[in-house]
């Protein structure tokens, strides 16, 4: 089975005040699923769990992120989940702790027998 990449999404989420990095993941995720429609699963009569998803995830704390929750966030397909040093921490010095800033890229692979490849 010959995979191939059909989306390639981005986005970012944050936990202003809670120091969450789980949380900053999955609105990071939430952010990238909402720029695509997959429409193109109906007319290639494409199952979709059978799409394969890579997640990676950029925190400045990746052993703080909990990756089967991001993987159960999405919708279909079977998801991979990876968390690299990435994002960023905004300390708020005023009430101590920190804002996470996560970012997020979403690539969705299909066979390519459904592609006509």
Known sequence: MALKRIILEMGHGNDMHGGDYTKAALRAVQDCIHHSSMIFLRTLKIDPSELDILVTIGVQKPEMV?????AASLPVGKARVTVVKGGLDVPDDERGGVSVIATAGVAVRVDEKHLGV
């Not at 909990?66 to 991001?70: G, Q």
């Open 66 to 70: 909990d990756t089967a929750r991001v």
